[in-house]
């Protein structure tokens, strides 16, 4: 195989949001632009670049097989000495992370548009995981970018094909060089892992009951995401969970239609399902595996923010975290602070990181924390450096079984004890980006009046008095990086926090997010919805903001 030089033509629209390179297919599968992104992601390693290995693998979803073959080809012209692919493509985020981790790669290529949906009129998505095995730090993502506004050319050996349906290694002949290509079973390592993590015998005989004890009742719904397989193998094969328990669980590549974002809006046939009263739990994952929602009996709703308090309280009964003790914890500065009073009352650290997986990464790398989370449905600990859907189903099961109790019950028995911290996410998404920023413009001024801080604010009989509000930025407490412009934030005295931001994984228009936070002591509120305690706070955030002035919006598209 010979490998050629193509001039290729600059894309100036290449910069990697929260979450990688997001965007329509039709726009990767525009001449060349896949090929530029590829390229300078080879770039930017540098040094380290020749002979190195890599793991490339995606969530099944249209144009996965095609920007495979096509690492393949240019990886091959570029000297990579080894890929590690997934068979037909396939790895879930997490998978990436583990191998990357286990086989010491230098890193990965992640095909994924995680949760928007897929087929050739939706979205596709590229991104770059290091050595660590977690997604590319912005220093990283920015040298990317920085290349591919100056790329003149690309390498590529066309001839190359390697059948990525059949597990097998494979030795090229490259420009007299060895290139290898290792197809491997994309489950293998990541069921392996979870075993080491978990107490699987005790999870069995919760699922498969006793003489007296009936069935835990479990429905997992992959939304025809990148879990299915790895759902079959570890609930089907390894803990003995009926097929018919384990819906949507062929990777396809449009998802079937679904929209393989795990809420209460777009998992709608398993939250109706699980309402029935049959199951003693529900859960859905996203399209690349990295998120999560959980479920109880009829339907009973786990806000991401109390799955990881609950998680974090619990930690110490998974055997995974009895090795390795409790390092700290961590969340993305817009999730529920529930896990904050967590921390505290067992005097562990709780640190805060802007949205987004990659700034976990380098606290998980110096030993500073255990467990983290966002959120948006993202769970995870320092197995790997990705959040992790499967993951996370599996902690809540083996505290289940040790506990003996029901997901409500674990819940009321955490507000009893903490109180409770009620929390919502409305998303405005598709907006007109100059709307948009019109909304943030407007918090940003309102916040920034000397005056701002004490301004009361009532709606009915409820009073909100600000403590303070700024636009929020982070230091890295390991490389001393800054990133600013992370969200704007208004604390009042009494707790609890309004947040607004821009989405940085869109591909089209933009979305706002409002996150709104408020916590009760009293326990006669802990069964009420969060939606209606907290209007008087959203009547705040809509006032203040003039969102719907300025976007002609009168409802959020999403809730959660
Ligand atoms: C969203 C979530 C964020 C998450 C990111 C990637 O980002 O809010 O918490 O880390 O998606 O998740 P944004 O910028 O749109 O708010 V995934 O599962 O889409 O890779
Ligand atoms: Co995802």
Same mark, same amino acid.
């Given at each position: *195989? @010979?490998?050629?030089?193509?001039?290729?033509?600059?894309?100036?629209?290449?910069?990697?949001?929260?979450? %990688?390179?997001?965007?329509?297919?039709?726009?990767?599968?525009?001449?060349?632009?896949?090929?530029?992104?590829?390229?300078?992601?080879?770039?930017?390693?540098?040094?380290?670049?020749?002979?190195?290995?890599?793991?490339?693998?995606?969530?099944?979803?249209?144009?996965?097989?095609?920007?495979?073959?096509?690492?393949?080809?240019? &990886?091959?012209?570029?000297?990579?000495?080894?890929?590690?692919?997934?068979?037909?493509?396939?790895?879930?985020?997490?998978?990436?992370?583990?191998?990357?981790?286990?086989?010491?790669?230098?890193?990965?290529?992640?095909?994924?548009?995680?949760?928007?949906?897929?087929?050739?009129?939706?979205?596709?998505?590229?991104?770059?995981?290091?050595?660590?095995?977690?997604?590319?730090?912005?220093?990283?993502?920015?040298?990317?970018?920085?290349?591919?506004?100056?790329?003149?050319?690309?390498?590529? $050996?066309?001839?190359?094909?390697?059948?990525?349906?059949? /597990?097998?290694?494979?030795?090229?002949?490259?420009?007299?060089?060895?290139?290898?290509?290792?197809?491997?079973?994309?489950?293998?390592?990541?069921?392996?892992?979870?075993?080491?993590?978990?107490?699987?015998?005790?999870?069995?005989?919760?699922?498969?009951?006793?003489?007296?004890?009936?069935?835990?009742?479990?429905?997992?719904?992959?939304?025809?995401?990148?879990?299915?397989?790895?759902?079959?193998?570890?609930?089907?094969?390894?803990?003995?969970?009926?097929?018919?328990?384990?819906?949507?669980?062929?990777?396809? #590549?449009?998802?079937?239609?679904?929209?393989?974002?795990?809420?209460?809006?777009?998992?709608?046939?398993?939250?109706?399902?699980?309402?029935?009263?049959?199951?003693? *739990?529900? &859960?859905?994952?996203?399209?690349?595996?990295?998120?999560?929602?959980?479920?109880?009996?009829?339907?009973?709703?786990?806000?991401?923010?109390?799955?990881?308090?609950?998680?974090?309280?619990?930690?110490?009964?998974?055997?995974?975290?009895?090795?390795? !003790?409790?390092?700290?914890?961590?969340?993305?500065?817009?999730?529920?602070?529930?896990?904050?009073?967590?921390?505290?009352?067992?005097?562990?650290?709780?640190? #805060?990181?802007?949205?987004?997986?990659?700034?976990?990464?380098?606290? *998980?790398?110096?030993?500073?924390? @255990?467990?983290?989370?966002?959120?948006?449905? !993202?769970?995870?600990?320092?197995?790997?450096?990705?959040?992790?859907?499967?993951? $996370?189903?599996?902690?809540?099961?083996? /505290?289940?079984?040790?506990? %003996?109790?029901?997901?409500?019950? /674990?819940?009321?028995?955490?507000? *009893?004890?903490? =109180?409770?911290?009620?929390?919502?996410?409305?998303?405005?998404?598709?907006?007109?980006?100059?709307? &948009?920023?019109?909304?943030? $413009?407007?918090?940003?001024?309102?916040?920034?009046?000397? @005056?701002?801080?004490?301004?009361?604010?009532?709606? =009915?009989?409820?009073?909100?008095?600000?403590?303070?509000?700024?636009?929020?930025?982070?230091?890295?407490?390991?490389?001393?990086?800054?990133?600013?412009?992370?969200?704007?934030?208004?604390?009042?005295?009494? =707790?609890?926090?309004?947040?607004?931001?821009?989405?940085?994984?869109?591909?089209?228009?933009?979305?706002?997010?409002?996150?709104?936070?408020?916590?009760?002591?009293?326990? @006669?509120?802990?069964?009420?919805? $969060?939606?209606?305690?907290?209007?008087?706070?959203?009547?705040?955030?809509?006032?203040?903001?003039?969102?719907?002035?300025?976007?002609?919006?009168? &409802?959020?598209?999403?809730?959660?």
């Amino acid at each position: *195989m @010979s490998t050629t030089v193509v001039q290729t033509k600059i894309y100036d629209d290449q910069k990697p949001g929260t979450s %990688g390179l997001r965007k329509a297919v039709k726009i990767f599968q525009q001449e060349h632009y896949t090929e530029n992104f590829i390229q300078a992601i080879l770039d930017a390693l540098g040094d380290k670049l020749q002979g190195c290995t890599l793991v490339v693998g995606g969530d099944g979803r249209y144009y996965c097989k095609d920007a495979v073959t096509k690492i393949i080809k240019i &990886a091959a012209a570029n000297g990579v000495g080894k890929l590690i692919i997934g068979q037909n493509g396939i790895l879930s985020t997490p998978a990436v992370s583990t191998i990357i981790r286990k086989y010491k790669t230098l890193g990965g290529i992640v095909l994924t548009a995680s949760h928007n949906p897929g087929g050739p009129n939706a979205d596709f998505g590229i991104k770059f995981n290091c050595e660590n095995g977690g997604p590319a730090p912005d220093k990283v993502t920015n040298k990317i970018y920085d290349i591919t506004k100056s790329l003149k050319i690309y390498k590529i $050996a066309s001839d190359i094909n390697v059948d990525i349906e059949k /597990i097998q290694s494979n030795n090229i002949n490259v420009d007299g060089r060895t290139f290898v290509v290792d197809i491997i079973d994309p489950v293998e390592d990541y069921v392996i892992l979870m075993k080491k993590i978990f107490d699987f015998d005790c999870i069995k005989n919760l699922l498969q009951g006793s003489a007296e004890r009936p069935k835990f009742q479990i429905l997992i719904d992959s939304l025809n995401g990148v879990t299915g397989p790895y759902v079959k193998r570890i609930f089907g094969t390894e803990l003995g969970v009926d097929d018919a328990n384990l819906i949507h669980s062929t990777p396809l #590549e449009d998802f079937g239609g679904l929209h393989p974002d795990p809420n209460l809006t777009y998992a709608a046939e398993l939250v109706k399902t699980v309402r029935n009263g049959t199951y003693d *739990m529900g &859960a859905a994952f996203d399209g690349d595996g990295d998120r999560n929602m959980i479920i109880g009996k009829k339907a009973f709703f786990v806000n991401p923010s109390d799955s990881l308090a609950v998680l974090a309280r619990h930690l110490r009964i998974i055997p995974y975290f009895q090795e390795t !003790g409790i390092k700290g914890y961590a969340r993305s500065m817009p999730t529920g602070t529930a896990i904050d009073r967590v921390a505290k009352s067992i005097g562990a650290q709780c640190l #805060e990181v802007p949205t987004g997986w990659k700034y976990f990464g380098n606290l *998980m790398d110096i030993e500073l924390l @255990s467990l983290c989370g966002e959120e948006s449905f !993202g769970t995870g600990s320092d197995h790997i450096r990705e959040k992790d859907g499967i993951w $996370a189903c599996l902690a809540w099961l083996n /505290i289940i079984a040790k506990l %003996g109790k029901s997901i409500d019950g /674990i819940l009321k028995d955490h507000w *009893m004890k903490y =109180g409770r911290n009620f929390y919502t996410r409305h998303d405005y998404e598709n907006c007109d980006a100059s709307d &948009a920023n019109k909304v943030m $413009a407007e918090v940003e001024r309102e916040i920034q009046e000397e @005056s701002f801080t004490r301004t009361k604010f009532s709606v =009915g009989d409820k009073h909100y008095i600000v403590k303070h509000a700024d636009n929020y930025s982070f230091k890295d407490p390991v490389d001393g990086s800054i990133v600013t412009n992370q969200g704007l934030r208004i604390f009042f005295q009494d =707790g609890s926090r309004i947040i607004f931001r821009l989405s940085g994984t869109g591909s089209s228009g933009a979305t706002i997010r409002l996150y709104v936070e408020s916590y009760e002591n009293d326990s @006669s509120t802990y069964d009420k919805d $969060a939606q209606e305690m907290l209007q008087p706070l959203i009547k705040v955030a809509l006032n203040l903001s003039k969102l719907q002035e300025h976007t002609g919006r009168n &409802a959020p598209t999403v809730i959660t």
